[in-house]
């Protein structure tokens, strides 16, 4: 039998930015009511030299993950949650995780769950929001589900609309998966703002 020539789809060069540029202008028109879009940015080289400076033991501010605040408003959000972006990896899917072989060389989906969670303490951030893209697809969001948890005692009822989404469990992960449209919509950027204050408030009462 012939062996199958087929070949894994790669994020074509360039696209990531191009993505990555697109999302740094939604978020920021989301952060401030429509008002400007000029909040967040891509982070250099994507994070990278955060990660590359982490290494070493050295701090980068503002710089990891894939979104960087490029206005002084923009870094409650960041505070909050780093920011992860992931964009054209077509064979990758959240199900990797469930049914994917342990021996399997290239876990992908789980490499970008242990990033993410790196990032996001390298940062001092609590917690790490990730925004994926597939071509023809529908942008999602997975993240800790105790951050929407922590968003409803702000007001939010994302967790109580009825929408599509699910939570999975993976090791140390308690994680929740939904559309990016509706996270956008069914949480208002006051809410983020409302926990960063309710944040701050706890670590001063811890002082």
């Given amino acids: 039998m012939a062996k199958s020539t087929k ?6 060069a ?3 930015s191009e993505y990555e540029r697109k999302m740094a202008k939604t978020l920021s ?3 401030s009511n429509g008002h400007r879009d000029d909040i967040f940015w891509r982070s250099t080289t994507s994070g990278g030299r955060a990660t590359e400076r ?10 990891q993950g894939d979104i960087a605040a490029i206005h002084p408003s923009g870094r409650k959000l960041l505070d909050i949650c780093t920011i992860e972006l992931k964009c054209g990896y077509f064979d990758v899917t959240i199900q990797d995780l469930l049914d994917l072989p342990k021996h399997h060389k290239t876990r992908v989906m ?11 303490r390298n940062a001092e951030a609590v917690y790490w929001i ?13 993240c800790p589900t105790s951050l929407l948890l922590d968003l409803e005692h702000q007001g939010s009822c994302l967790l109580s609309v009825d929408h ?14 939904l559309q990016l449209e509706t996270f956008l919509e069914e949480v208002p950027a006051r809410y983020f703002k409302r926990l960063h204050r309710h ?5 001063v009462e811890r002082a």
């Fill in 130 to 142: 990730m925004i994926i893209h597939r071509t023809g697809r529908k942008d999602l969001v997975l």
């Fill in 29 to 31: 028109l989301w952060w």
């Fill in 199 to 203: 944040l701050i408030q706890e670590k």
């Fill in 14 to 16: 360039g696209k990531g």
């Fill in 164 to 177: 599509p989404h699910f939570g999975l469990s993976f090791f140390n992960f308690e994680l929740t998966c």
């Fill in 110 to 120: 789980e490499g970008w769950l242990n990033q993410a969670e790196t990032e996001s």
């Fill in 54 to 63: 982490a290494k070493k033991g050295l701090k980068t501010s503002g710089q």
């Fill in 7 to 12: 070949k894994k789809r790669k994020p074509k």
